[in-house]
C-alpha cells in the first residue's frame, strides 16, 4: 500500500506539472463593444440650494486602455434650460465644478429642468423634474438616558416624516447630533461629537412609511468619570427626491458599500444621462433642529 | 325544488361512485392477482422499474421502488407473465390463475452472463409510458463513461442528458430546464440532500458503488412528489447483497472507496457499507513545512441494514454521512493565522414496508437529515489576537407513508401523507477580539413545518390513452402563517401507433425554501432560508409536449418542447452577499440582502438513445432560453439568467469491444455562460454630506464600474470538450479486477472558468480568460469480489 502511495505521489506531481503547463491564463476571446469614453455629467437642483453645481469627468473603457487617474474636464459647454429659458454654466476652478448661482438662474418647484453637456466630440443630456412639495417632518424625538452612576449615556433619537399621499415617495434623510461637553471627558474622544447619519428610501404609496432615521449612540466616561454635557443638539434634513436622483444615489452608494467584495453581485449604476453617465435629479429640502 | 335537491346530492354522490368503483366491484367476482418481489439473482437486492406483462393482453404493471409488484387478471387456466427490466435477461412465467397468488422473481443481470442477449420483451418502451420528461440513469452506464480524475459520478452523467445543464466547469452542480440547483429536490432513501457537494462543487455526494436506481424527473411531475420546481432527483441505495459477502474496492487519483454487503441472516438480513475518502491531503503534506499547511479532505459513509421482518413486512435502515475539511495555517515571527472550511450532511432513513393485501403496499418512513456549514478564521499577532466564526445550516425531521393501490392493470394508484419539520439556521456570527468584547450576530433560526396530502392514478384508459392524474395539497406553517396550496398534475399519452405516441403534461409546484447563492454552482456557502413574508414561497407551472418513438434494436427517441414559469424566484440584491452583516444603515440580515421576482423558461429537447447491444449511448439536443426578472435589479428589466443556455449537445458512446474491454467517450457543447462585464469605469459624483456641515450637492465621489446597464449582457467563450476511456476487466481468481484509464479534455480545449482584468506591460487593460482542467489523464483500479 505504501508503494502504491509512493507511485501516487509521483504520478500527482506529473499531473500537476502538466496543470500548470496546460493550464492557463490566456487573453480571453469573447464579442465587446468597441472601447468608447463618454461623458460623466452629475448635477442636482433644489430651489432650497443657492447654486446649481455640475461635476463633469469622462468615463475610461476598461479594455484596451490604459488607467488615467484625472479624468475631469473644465472646457465642457454646459447649458440648462426650462421652459422659461436657458443659461450656459461656467467652470469654477476654485470649486472644481461648473456652477452658477440659483439667482441668476432660478429652480422652481414643479417645473421641468433639461441639462446638456458637450465637450469635443462628446455630447449628453438629460431631464429631471423637480418635485412640488418639500416633505413635512412631523416630528424629532430625542432621547437621553444617563447610567445609575452617570458614568455612560444613551442618546437616541427618531425622525418621523408625513408622506405625501396618493404618489410614491422618494425620501432621503441626513442627521447629525452635537454633544457638546467640557473637553476630555469623554474617554479618548474629543470635547464634541459628530455623527451624521445618511439614509435613501423608496416609500411605496401602498405600504407606507413614516418612521425614518433612528439612531442611536452610546457614550461612555473615562474610569470612574461623570459625563458632563451642556447640550445635545440633533439636526435633521428631509428630502423628497426625483426618482431619477433615488435611482441614482441609491446604486452609487450600493457600489461603493461592495467595493472590494469578491462575493458580491454587481450593481448596476442608474445614469438618465443620454449617451453619457451620472445624474440629473431634483430635490426639495426641509429642515428640523432641536436641542436638549 | 329544494327537495329534490336535498335528495339528488345523495344520489348523484352515489352513481359517482358506483361508476367509478362498478369496474372493479364486476370484474372482481373472477379475478385473481399475482403479486410479489422482483429481485436480481446472485444478490436477491430488490428490483425497481421491472416491467411485468402478459403478452396476450398486453395488460402491464411495473415493480415499485422496493421491487413488489402487483397484477390483477381474470381467471384462467394458465397466464403467461414476462418480467423484464433493462440490464437484465427476460423471465416468461406460466402461472395457473385460480385463486390470487404470489409469485418473486430473480432476475440475472446481462453482466453476469457472457454472451448479451438482445431482448424482444417489453424493456423501457418509452413510446408506452405515460410519464414523460423522465430520466432513468442505470448505475453501471455511470461505471462506464469517463470522468474528471476518474471520479465517476452521477450527477455529472446527469449533465450530458438534454434539459439538464452544468453549472461551471468541472461543477456537478445541475440547473434543470432552466431552474436554478435550489430548485432540484435531491432525495437518497427518501432524505433530502440540502448539499449534494464535495470539493466546492467538483464531485457529488453520491458514491456509485452504493446507489441501485438513479431518475431524474425534469417535468409532468407525479404528484408523491412535491417541494421543488425543478425536478427530482431520486436515488436509492442498494439494499445490501442477502446470498453472500460481496465488495468492491477501488484505487484513483484523488480518492480509494470500498464498499462491502452481504448476509447477516441469509435471504432475511442484509448490510451494506460504502466509504470513500479523499487523500489529496496526504499527498501534499510533504511537500508543506511546519510554518505554512493548506489541506483539504473529504469522505463519505453510507450504510444500510434491511430485514426481512415477515411476508408482509420489511424493514430498511440507511444512512449517509460526510464531510469536507480545507483548512490552512500561517505562522511568521511576526503573526500567525489559521482558517477553516468545513461543510458536510448527515442523513438517516428508517423504512418499514407493510403488505396489507396482495393489492396494497405500504411503506412508512422516517427521515433525519442534516447539512451544517462552518468557517472560521483566527489571526494572532504580539498583540492582538482576532477570530471569525460563521455557521450555517439546515435540519429536518419528516415522516412520511405511502400507499401503493393496484386494483386491477388498468390502475395504478398512489396516495400518502409527508410531513416535514425544517429547522433552518441561516448564518450566525461570532467575532472577537483581544481588545474588543465579542460582538456576536447570533443570527435567526426559523422552525416551520410542511405538509403535504397526495393521491395519483396511472390510468390505462384505452389501448391508446393512458394517463397519469393526480392531485397534491401541499401546507406550509411557519410561525402563525398558515399556506395551502392545491397542486394538479396531469400526464397524457396517445399511443399513435405500435412504438409511437404523443405526450403530454402539466405540473404544478411550490417550495416553500430558497438557496440564496452569489455564484449558482452550489459553493458550501449558499444559504437554505424559509419562505417569510419577505421572501414569499415559489410556484411554477410547467406544460409540456411531445413525441415518443420506438425504433428497432435498441433505439429510441423523444422530442419535448416545454415553457415554464416560476414566480417569487429570490435572488441577491446588487451589490450583496452571503457574507455581508452590515450596510450603511446598520446590521442587515439575509432577508434585508433579498429580492423577489419572476422567471421563464421554454425550449426544445431531442433524445435519441441506444440501449441495447453492444454499442449503446445516446445523442442529446436542447434549444433553452431562461429569463429572469426583478424589480430591484437591472432597472426592473428582464435579463437572461446566468445559466441559460441557448444550444447544449451531448454526445455518448460506449463499445463493449468484448468482456474484456470496454471503451467508451463523450462530447459536450455548450453556449457560454451570461456573465457581466465592466465596460467602464468612472467617478461617479454623489449626493452627501459635508463635516461638519450640511447636506450638500456632489461632496463624495466614487469609483464605480458601468456593466453596459445591463445584468448579463455578455457571453462567456462556448463549452466544449471530449473525453475518452477505456476499461480493461480481468477475471482473477477471487475478484475482478478492472483498470481504467480515462483524459479529461482530450483535446485540450481551454474552456473558460472565469474571467479577470490585468493590465498589461504597456499600462493597457486586458481581459483574461482562467481555464481549470487542461487534457487530464487519469486511471483507477478496482477489484469486486
Redesign the interface.
Given at each position: 500500500m505504501e508503494l502504491?502511495?509512493l507511485k501516487?505521489?509521483k504520478?500527482?506531481s506529473l499531473?500537476a506539472a502538466?496543470?500548470l503547463?496546460?493550464?492557463?491564463?490566456?487573453?480571453?476571446?469573447?464579442?465587446?463593444?468597441e472601447p468608447e469614453e463618454?461623458l460623466?455629467v452629475?448635477?442636482?437642483i433644489s430651489p432650497e440650494?443657492s447654486?446649481i453645481?455640475v461635476?463633469v469627468?469622462?468615463?475610461?473603457?476598461?479594455?484596451?486602455?490604459?488607467?488615467q487617474a484625472n479624468?475631469e474636464i473644465k472646457d465642457a459647454a454646459i447649458v440648462i434650460r426650462s421652459a422659461e429659458g436657458a443659461a450656459t454654466i461656467p467652470y469654477v476652478d476654485s470649486l472644481h465644478?461648473y456652477a452658477i448661482e440659483t439667482s441668476e438662474f432660478p429652480i422652481l418647484p414643479g417645473k421641468t429642468y433639461t441639462l446638456e453637456a458637450k465637450s469635443n466630440d462628446k455630447s449628453c443630456s438629460a431631464v429631471t423634474t423637480v418635485p412640488t412639495d418639500t416633505l413635512h417632518i412631523r416630528n424629532l424625538t430625542v432621547s437621553l438616558q444617563f447610567s445609575k452612576d452617570s458614568t455612560a449615556l444613551d442618546a437616541a433619537y427618531s425622525t418621523q416624516v408625513a408622506d405625501i399621499p396618493g404618489q410614491t415617495n422618494y425620501v432621503?434623510i441626513?442627521q447629525?447630533h452635537l454633544l457638546l461637553m467640557p473637553y476630555d471627558s469623554l474617554y479618548n474622544q474629543p470635547g464634541d461629537m459628530?455623527n451624521?447619519g445618511?439614509?435613501i428610501f423608496e416609500d411605496d404609496e401602498k405600504q407606507p412609511r413614516e418612521n425614518y432615521g433612528a439612531f442611536t449612540q452610546a457614550y461612555s466616561a473615562r474610569s470612574s468619570e461623570k459625563i458632563r454635557y451642556d447640550s445635545f443638539i440633533v439636526?435633521v434634513?428631509a428630502?423628497n427626491c426625483s426618482r431619477e436622483?433615488y435611482?441614482y444615489?441609491r446604486?452609487?452608494?450600493?457600489?461603493?458599500?461592495?467595493?472590494g467584495?469578491p462575493?458580491?453581485?454587481?450593481?448596476?449604476?442608474?445614469?438618465n444621462m443620454n449617451n453619457g453617465?451620472?445624474c440629473f435629479g431634483a430635490y426639495r429640502?426641509s429642515k428640523r433642529i432641536q436641542v436638549k | 325544488m329544494a327537495l329534490i335537491n336535498t335528495f339528488a346530492r345523495p344520489m348523484t354522490r352515489s352513481c359517482l361512485l358506483f361508476i367509478i368503483l362498478a369496474p372493479w366491484m364486476l370484474s372482481s367476482q373472477s379475478r385473481f392477482t399475482i403479486s410479489g418481489y422482483v429481485t436480481e439473482k446472485g444478490s436477491r437486492e430488490n428490483l425497481p422499474g421491472v416491467i411485468i406483462h402478459q403478452p396476450s393482453t398486453g395488460k402491464a404493471t411495473t415493480s415499485n421502488a422496493y421491487g413488489f409488484y402487483s397484477i390483477t387478471l381474470p381467471e384462467a387456466d394458465t397466464v403467461e407473465l414476462v418480467f423484464s427490466s433493462i440490464g437484465y435477461n427476460p423471465v416468461l412465467k406460466k402461472v395457473p390463475l385460480r385463486k390470487n397468488q404470489e409469485l418473486s422473481i430473480d432476475l440475472q443481470s446481462q453482466a453476469q452472463i457472457e454472451e448479451v442477449q438482445v431482448s424482444t420483451s417489453k424493456i423501457e418502451a418509452i413510446s408506452e409510458n405515460v410519464q414523460m420528461s423522465v430520466i432513468d440513469i442505470p448505475v453501471q452506464k455511470v461505471k462506464d463513461i469517463p470522468a474528471l480524475l476518474g471520479e465517476k459520478d452521477v450527477l455529472k452523467v446527469l449533465q450530458l442528458m438534454p434539459g439538464v445543464q452544468k453549472g461551471s466547469e468541472g461543477s456537478s452542480g445541475f440547473y434543470v430546464r432552466g431552474g436554478g440547483p435550489d430548485q432540484n429536490l435531491i432525495i437518497l432513501d427518501d432524505a433530502t440532500v440540502y448539499n449534494a457537494f464535495h470539493l466546492f462543487g467538483f464531485f457529488s455526494l453520491f458514491n456509485g458503488d452504493a446507489l441501485k436506481s438513479v431518475e431524474l424527473t425534469k417535468g409532468g411531475f407525479p404528484a408523491r412528489y412535491g417541494g421543488r420546481l425543478s425536478a427530482v432527483l431520486d436515488m436509492q441505495m442498494k439494499d445490501g447483497n442477502k446470498e453472500k459477502i460481496r465488495g468492491e474496492v477501488g484505487?484513483g487519483?484523488i480518492s480509494s472507496r470500498i464498499t462491502i454487503e452481504g448476509p447477516i441472516i441469509k435471504d432475511k438480513c442484509s448490510f451494506l457499507i460504502s466509504g470513500r475518502r479523499t487523500?489529496i491531503d496526504?499527498?501534499i503534506a510533504?511537500y508543506m513545512n511546519q510554518d505554512r499547511k493548506v489541506g483539504y479532505y473529504f469522505y463519505d459513509l453510507n450504510a444500510k441494514l434491511n430485514y426481512v421482518l415477515s411476508n408482509k413486512d420489511r424493514l430498511y435502515l440507511s444512512g449517509y454521512f460526510g464531510k469536507d475539511k480545507f483548512y490552512a495555517k500561517f505562522k511568521d515571527d511576526f503573526f500567525s493565522t489559521k482558517a477553516g472550511l468545513g461543510w458536510g450532511n448527515a442523513t438517516a432513513t428508517a423504512r418499514w414496508n407493510h403488505l396489507f393485501n396482495s393489492r396494497l403496499f405500504a411503506n412508512t418512513s422516517f427521515i433525519f437529515t442534516d447539512y451544517n456549514l462552518r468557517i472560521d478564521n483566527e489571526f494572532k499577532d504580539q498583540l492582538n489576537t482576532f477570530s471569525l466564526l460563521y455557521t450555517s445550516g439546515i435540519k429536518d425531521v419528516s415522516g412520511k407513508i405511502t400507499f401503493d393501490y393496484l386494483p386491477d392493470p388498468n390502475h395504478y394508484i398512489k396516495f400518502g401523507l409527508h410531513s416535514i419539520y425544517h429547522r433552518f439556521a441561516p448564518g450566525a456570527t461570532v467575532l472577537k477580539s483581544s481588545f474588543t468584547e465579542e460582538n456576536i450576530n447570533q443570527g435567526q433560526l426559523f422552525f416551520s413545518f410542511e405538509n403535504a396530502a397526495f393521491v395519483e392514478d396511472d390510468w390505462k384508459l384505452s389501448k391508446k390513452w393512458r394517463a397519469n392524474i393526480g392531485f397534491r395539497l401541499s401546507n406550509f406553517i411557519i410561525k402563525n402563517d398558515y399556506i395551502f396550496n392545491p397542486e394538479p398534475r396531469i400526464s397524457l399519452r396517445y399511443l399513435m401507433r405500435e412504438g409511437l405516441s404523443l405526450k403530454g403534461s402539466y405540473a404544478k409546484m411550490h417550495q416553500y425554501m430558497h438557496l440564496l447563492s452569489?455564484t449558482g454552482i452550489g459553493l458550501p456557502?449558499d444559504l437554505w432560508v424559509p419562505a417569510t413574508h419577505k421572501a414569499p414561497f415559489m410556484t411554477s407551472e410547467q406544460v409540456a409536449g411531445g413525441v415518443a418513438k420506438d425504433f428497432k434494436k435498441g433505439f429510441d427517441l423523444s422530442i419535448e418542447g416545454y415553457y415554464k414559469t416560476m414566480k417569487n424566484v429570490l435572488?441577491?440584491?446588487?451589490?450583496?452577499?452571503?457574507?455581508?452583516l452590515q450596510?450603511?444603515?446598520g446590521t442587515i440580515t439575509w432577508e434585508d440582502n433579498i429580492t423577489s421576482g419572476r422567471g421563464w423558461s421554454y425550449g426544445a429537447e431531442v433524445l435519441l438513445r441506444k440501449n441495447e447491444g453492444d454499442f449503446t449511448g445516446w445523442i442529446g439536443y436542447t434549444l433553452s432560453w431562461t429569463q429572469l426578472q426583478f424589480d430591484e435589479?437591472?432597472?426592473g428589466r428582464k435579463f437572461f439568467a446566468r445559466y441559460d443556455r441557448r444550444h447544449d449537445i451531448s454526445l455518448v458512446g460506449v463499445y463493449h469491444i468484448n468482456d474484456r474491454i470496454t471503451v467508451s467517450g463523450t462530447w459536450v457543447y455548450g453556449t457560454?455562460n451570461a456573465i457581466?462585464?465592466?465596460?467602464?469605469?468612472?467617478?461617479?459624483?454623489?449626493?452627501?454630506?459635508s463635516?461638519?456641515g450640511?447636506?450638500g450637492?456632489?461632496l463624495?465621489?466614487?469609483?464605480?464600474?458601468?456593466?453596459?446597464?445591463?445584468?448579463n449582457a455578455?457571453?462567456?467563450?462556448a463549452y466544449h470538450r471530449a473525453d475518452l476511456g477505456i476499461q480493461w476487466r480481468k477475471q482473477l481468481k477471487r475478484a475482478v479486477r478492472t483498470f481504467e484509464l480515462s483524459f479529461y479534455n482530450v483535446y485540450?480545449r481551454?474552456n473558460?472558468f472565469f474571467?479577470f482584468?490585468?493590465?498589461t506591460a504597456?499600462?493597457?487593460?486586458?481581459?483574461?480568460?482562467?481555464?481549470?482542467?487542461?487534457?487530464?489523464?487519469a486511471f483507477t483500479w478496482s477489484w469486486k469480489f
Open positions: 502504491e502511495i501516487m505521489k504520478l500527482y499531473l502538466i496543470t503547463v496546460y493550464g492557463c491564463t490566456k487573453e480571453a476571446n469573447i464579442k465587446l463593444p463618454k460623466v452629475t448635477c442636482f440650494e447654486l453645481s461635476l469627468n469622462t468615463s475610461k473603457p476598461r479594455y484596451n486602455t490604459s488607467w479624468t465644478l432621503s441626513f447629525r459628530l451624521p445618511y439614509g439636526e434634513w428630502l436622483f435611482l444615489n446604486s452609487v452608494q450600493e457600489a461603493a458599500w461592495t467595493t467584495n462575493f458580491s453581485d454587481p450593481v448596476m449604476v442608474y445614469t453617465f451620472g429640502l | 484505487i487519483l487523500y496526504a499527498l510533504p452569489n456557502t435572488g441577491y440584491k446588487e451589490g450583496a452577499s452571503f457574507f455581508q450596510d450603511n444603515t435589479l437591472n432597472f457560454g457581466t462585464l465592466p465596460l467602464n469605469t468612472y467617478v461617479a459624483g454623489g449626493f452627501g454630506m463635516m461638519p450640511v447636506p450637492n456632489l463624495n465621489y466614487y469609483e464605480v464600474q458601468d456593466y453596459g446597464q445591463q445584468r455578455f457571453r462567456m467563450a485540450n481551454q473558460p474571467y482584468m490585468q493590465p504597456s499600462g493597457k487593460q486586458k481581459l483574461m480568460q482562467v481555464s481549470l482542467f487542461p487534457i487530464i489523464p
